[in-house]
């Protein structure tokens, strides 16, 4: 089946530094990818959707230039958290769609990435 | 109004019980649906998709109203693995095809 990482796993990092986190899609090619936040008994919530080789999309609210991300090949998509504030801490996980599932609208999700700013 | 709307819940129910779950969306335009399940501090996973016909997968079985913009899940002969949150998702369509997710509604079974 199709599966998706994400590294690291979990990380603890002082308020101010940056931090980055790669999403891959391990057994199929993905041309979008997404990026979801999720604080502790709330929703997931979309912050942008990625695709290779341009831009991404960000959903209102999200900043751009605070969460970077980077689409360079059809399998590894990357989030970067710049100044992160003890209020970004939160579960940050990626989801990819298969390339070659025409009109598939199932996503694969990552293990999430649990981020802590002290 | 958010866009999926869950009962929280929590609902705890015993072993064998059966339970139901309820979803309605707002976005009429919506192309498809799924039920996810959430653990503790984990990813979520899809349990399944949600026709119109209404389906079944075991002792699951999910339902669709487009009418009425309402989707369910009802759970029979609950284990205590059932134990988990229950996410409704609904797919906005072309051309990004995003999720997008309730905020879950937690169900514990008890021994």
């Known amino acids: 089946g199709a599966v998706v990482s994400q590294h690291p796993s979990w990380v603890i990092c002082k308020s101010g530094t940056s931090v980055k986190i790669e999403c891959r899609s391990l057994?199929?090619?993905?041309?979008?990818m997404f990026w979801y936040r999720q604080f502790p008994k709330q929703s997931l919530m979309l912050m942008a959707t990625?695709?290779?080789?341009?831009?991404?999309?960000?959903e209102q609210g999200v900043e751009k230039d605070k969460f970077l991300i980077n689409h360079a090949s059809l399998t590894l998509s990357t989030l970067t958290v710049t100044s992160a504030h003890p209020e970004d801490s939160s579960f940050y996980i990626c989801?990819?769609?298969?390339?070659?599932?025409?009109?598939?609208?199932?996503?694969?999700f990552g293990p999430g990435t649990r981020l802590t700013v002290t | 109004r958010k866009e999926v709307e869950q009962d929280p819940g929590p609902f705890n129910v015993p072993e064998g019980a059966t339970v139901a779950f309820n979803c309605t969306y707002s976005?009429?335009?919506?192309?498809?649906f799924f039920w996810y399940r959430q653990d503790c501090r984990k990813e979520p996973k899809l349990l399944m998709s949600?026709?119109?016909s209404g389906n079944e997968d075991g002792r699951f079985t999910a339902q669709l109203n487009r009418a009425s913009q309402y989707i369910s899940l009802l759970i029979r002969d609950s284990k205590l693995s059932d134990s988990a949150t229950y996410l409704c998702?609904?797919?906005?369509?072309?051309?990004?095809?995003?999720?997008?997710f309730g905020s879950g509604t937690q169900l514990t079974v008890l021994p």
């Open positions: 989801s990819a769609r298969d390339l070659g599932l025409a009109g598939a609208y199932e996503q694969y």
């Open positions: 057994d199929f090619q993905a041309t979008t």
């Open positions: 990625s695709n290779e080789g341009s831009k991404a999309t960000y």
């Open positions: 976005n009429s335009a919506s192309q498809s």
């Open positions: 949600v026709y119109s």
């Open positions: 998702v609904v797919n906005k369509g072309a051309p990004a095809r995003q999720l997008t």
